[in-house]
């Protein structure tokens, strides 16, 4: 089985106040990034490329200083490939029709 290329979109916010907080994304238990969160009125669209088998995939974002800040990751949606995502973060990749040259 071959592997497939998909692009998830994301949009990511964060309440908080004090220090900017740190997050990670994480694709199953493999870490995808993690960034200092230094917006204040403004949300982030993160963009996932992954490259797997078919299957399925969680996307799952996580705090790292939660004692003062909220993170909220909604609107998931894939942008290019052969997959389905839900809200929960839930990807699914489906082996694509064409054939390699």
Known sequence: MRTEFVMALTDINCDWSGDPPRYRCYVNDELFTERTWIWTENYLEEQLQILAKPGEYQI???LVDTGHAKLTANNFRI??????????????????????A
């Not at 929960?88 to 694509?96: A, L």
């Open 60 to 62: 799952r974002y996580e």
């Open 79 to 100: 942008t290019l490939g052969s997959a389905t995502v839900d809200q929960t973060g839930c990807v699914t990749i489906q082996e694509s029709d064409y054939e390699n």
